[in-house]
């Protein structure tokens, strides 16, 4: 579309163009008329105002009658008629009275003469023609120059109207040569544009063949896509189908065959749990030191920790006991072992039990641990609690696994994870660090939430943080 208005754009310049020319060359026109017209009305008017002016005076008297012409300002307020007309009358009432006032010029000379003798009246006479000495504008030759300078004005206004006419013509020529010279060039313009635009409009309509034609086969593409993409969700569909199905019956199978286990096993991992793996052979209060039927051969290990319970009861399902001792040295037979706690009204003594929930003779126990915990009892999660929870488990012997399944013999949990706020839907599944902390946090909240309910099937003992330490022996400064 972008390629077909440059063209029509231009066709409206170039019209516009030829408007205003038209426009301005008839105003031209116009003007050479009016200018032709009004310098003939003044070379008419002048011709008139001459016969006119020559009827009256001559050109000597006219220079004699202008200075009797009386300005006020710019404006004339009196003719010089009127002022010899007026100077007229006041010398026949001073010659003959003021009888005279009253009489028509025409008749003034012949009523002087009968009034006056031909004395005064040729003294009258060179008073009209022959002013005072220094006083050239009073009496009729002041008048005659007056209008002679006024005429001589006139004839100049005239030629400088007739000059300013031709410069005008002159002007008007060029102007009009220019407007013709212009014309030419806005109808070279013209015809290129024209041509411009059929080449524009050529490759328009080949373009947009060209287009269509791919759109057609976009089209078509599209419509193949989107009817193997229908098939494809069909078959997507008759599989999913197919595998809720047989879920479900991998469902109900898994729960067939755990309500069968959970007949079966009668919690022998629990029994483990409360069975003794020593007792105290000696004890040296004074150094706080004992020392247990357990050495090199019995696969013991350093820092290796056990929880005191009396000889004459069995192990508490709390697994609370008495004391706790911490192996220091191993001997073939037996081991050295530092007293870590002891109750003063019920101390440890000898042929007393020890175990450690870990650590067996001959088997690894398999953990499986979930959930965050806290070792100091501060109720703050501690960043590294499992981390330590896992430590202790794997470097007393015993094996970890974070998936709930008929082999593991004991369930740790600590507290249940809480996740953080949820992030808008749009960042949900991003990268940014607030969609990972949540994602990862939310799935182990679930795995916390699915370990609880899978055991309620398998029955597999299960031991809080508090009751963890207290079978394995673990005490630290300020135990739990």
């Not at 399944?405 to 992030?423: E, I, Q, T």
């Not at 839907?425 to 940014?432: A, G, K, V, Y």
Request: aromatic share 8%; net charge neutral; glycine share 4%.
């Amino acid at each position: 579309m972008a390629t077909s208005r440059g063209p029509s754009e231009g066709s409206s310049t170039t019209l516009y163009a030829l408007v205003i020319f038209v426009v301005l060359f008839l105003t031209a026109a116009v003007f050479a008329v009016v200018m032709y017209i009004k310098n003939e009305q003044c070379l008419s008017n002048q011709e008139a105002a001459e016969d006119a002016l020559a009827a009256i005076a001559s050109s000597a008297e006219l220079r004699t009658i202008k200075p009797l012409v009386e300005k006020k300002g710019d404006r004339v307020s009196k003719t010089a008629v009127s002022r010899i007309k007026a100077d007229m009358r006041y010398m026949a009432e001073k010659i003959a009275g003021p009888s005279l006032g009253d009489i028509p010029l025409t008749g003034m000379a012949v009523a002087v003469e009968e009034k006056t003798n031909e004395q005064w009246w040729k003294k009258a006479q060179n008073a009209l023609y022959e002013p005072k000495e220094g006083d050239p504008s009073v009496g009729l030759a002041g008048i005659v120059d007056a209008l002679v300078s006024e005429r001589d004005r006139l004839v100049k206004l005239l030629e400088d109207t007739q000059k300013e006419t031709e410069n005008a013509n002159k002007l008007s020529e060029q102007r009009i040569k220019t407007l013709e010279d212009n014309v030419k060039e806005l109808e070279k313009n013209l015809k290129v544009a024209r041509e411009s635009a059929l080449a524009n409009e050529k490759m328009y309509k080949q373009l947009e063949e060209e287009q269509r034609t791919k759109l057609q086969d976009i089209i078509k593409r599209r419509e193949n896509d989107i009817s193997k993409l229908q098939t494809e969700k069909e078959n997507l569909t008759k599989t999913y189908q197919q595998l809720q199905d047989r879920t479900a019956q991998v469902e109900a199978k898994m729960l067939e065959l755990q309500n069968i286990l959970r007949d079966v096993r009668s919690t022998p991992t629990e029994v483990a749990a409360l069975a003794a793996d020593g007792k105290i052979v000696e004890v040296v209060p004074e150094s706080k030191l004992a020392y247990i039927d357990l050495g090199r051969k019995n696969h013991i290990y350093r820092g290796l920790t056990f929880a005191v319970y009396d000889s004459f009861q069995t192990i508490p399902k709390n697994g609370k006991g008495k004391g706790s001792l911490e192996v220091i040295e191993i001997m073939d037979t037996i081991s050295k072992c530092r007293i870590t706690k002891f109750d003063s009204t019920n101390p440890i003594l000898k042929d007393d039990i020890i175990a450690n929930l870990i650590w067996a003779r001959d088997k690894a126990y398999l953990f499986c641990v979930g959930g965050d915990f806290d070792f100091d009892g501060d109720n703050q999660i501690d960043q590294d609690g499992f981390a330590r929870v896992e430590s202790l488990i794997k470097s007393w012997g015993g094996k970890v696994t974070y998936q709930l399944s008929v082999d593991v013999d004991f369930l740790v949990l600590g507290k249940k994870p809480v996740a953080p706020a949820k992030p808008a839907e749009d960042f949900l599944n991003s990268n940014t660090k607030e969609a990972v902390v949540y994602r990862k946090s939310k799935d182990k909240a679930d795995n916390y939430a699915q370990m609880i309910e899978l055991n309620k099937a398998l029955g597999i003992p299960t031991f809080n943080l508090s009751r963890f330490l207290r079978f394995i022996g673990y005490y630290e400064e300020n135990p739990l």
